[in-house]
């Protein structure tokens, strides 16, 4: 007897159980932690074959965008190729999302339609598959496509970076080798930003939480922001600075990967779209952990405690010593 085997069917299966899981995730999803997005699959737009030069353009466009500032990892053409994932792709359902991300090693996949002198990006957490941002930027109908795509393309994929509710994350000092370390009576932490970041000496920083509270786009409408801690920057180097940590709620919870938010580049952000009477900026409701207190505060309380602890050992070894 012969057996003939679907190439086809383990994708198929795979697709099930993921769009099974998807829908269980779903039900519960308020209240899950979103982490770091760093590594970004752009994947070629669709269109007319009318328009195919200028979806190109756009794709190179975007891409170019996202790499600007050195803040995210951008898969190259060539990796998409060699995957032989390379063709254009609109909207997403979960399972393909989850499905590309993994295959690609990818937290972000982004998509896009060219239709009509309108262009709209998806983009796709790959953890969960979800749609965390989309936009249509709509361009003008009399002028030629040609003159318009590139700006199109520029804008939309900063709005996309615009509306992330972080600016960069805390990475391990290599030379001191510790994430949290202390200098002359300072609580330090070395965070990586973008080159292109707004930022400056005294800064306020906010080391933040990102919760899904519905089922909007979490960067549009669906987070909540948790601020666990906040201090201020007192180094600006080239893609990276130092900040003292004031006010906490538990220094373990600042690890490798925390995420980051600085206010100026939220002011830079609104100022700069803040013209466009087209954009209406949503901002993530956000609120201070009641639990967040200064730094010296959790020292002084956790000293009290030690000394005790310190005395009982005295105590306890004198017994032994005695007896």
């Known amino acids: 007897m012969v057996h003939f085997t679907n190439p086809n069917y383990n994708i198929k299966v795979k697709k099930i159980f993921i769009l099974t899981l998807f829908f269980y995730v779903n039900t519960g999803i308020a209240g899950i932690n979103h982490e770091l997005i ?49 063709q254009a792709r609109g909207e997403l359902s979960p399972a393909d999302a989850i499905i590309l991300g993994e295959l690609l090693d990818a937290q972000l996949v982004i998509t896009g339609v060219l239709k009509n002198k309108s262009l709209t990006l998806y983009a796709y957490e790959s953890i969960r598959g979800q749609l965390v941002w989309s936009y249509t930027t709509n361009m003008h109908a009399s002028l ?33 080798g510790q994430t949290v370390f202390k200098r002359n009576n300072q609580v330090l932490v070395k965070i990586e930003i973008s080159t292109l970041a707004s930022v400056g000496i005294g800064d306020e920083i906010q080391w933040i939480k990102v919760f899904n509270q519905n089922l909007k786009p979490l ?13 201020k920057v007192i180094e600006v180097h080239d893609g990276y600075i130092l900040a003292e940590v004031k006010r906490v709620t538990d220094i373990n919870h600042i690890t490798v990967g925390s995420l980051i938010r600085l ?38 309380e956790t000293q009290p405690l030690l000394t005790a602890l310190s005395f009982l050992v005295n105590i306890v070894t004198i017994l032994l010593i005695a007896f």
């Open 263 to 300: 206010p100026s580049e939220l002011k830079r952000f609104k100022e700069l779209y803040a013209l466009k009477d087209s954009i209406k900026r949503r901002i993530n409701p956000d609120y201070f952990s009641p639990e967040i207190s200064e730094i010296h505060q959790e020292a002084q």
């Open 38 to 86: 760093r590594r970004i699959v752009v994947f070629p737009f669709q269109s007319n074959i009318d328009s195919q030069k200028e979806a190109e353009e756009s794709w190179w466009k975007v891409r170019e965008t996202l790499t600007n500032g050195k803040r995210f990892l951008v898969a190259s053409k060539d990796f998409l190729e060699r995957k032989d994932v390379f």
């Open 144 to 176: 030629p496509l040609s003159e318009q795509i590139e700006k199109a393309s520029e804008e939309t994929a900063s709005l996309l970076i615009a509306d992330i509710p972080y600016h960069g994350f805390v990475v391990k000092d290599e030379i001191i």
């Open 219 to 231: 960067f549009q409408g669906g987070a909540n922001i948790e601020i666990f801690a906040d201090g």
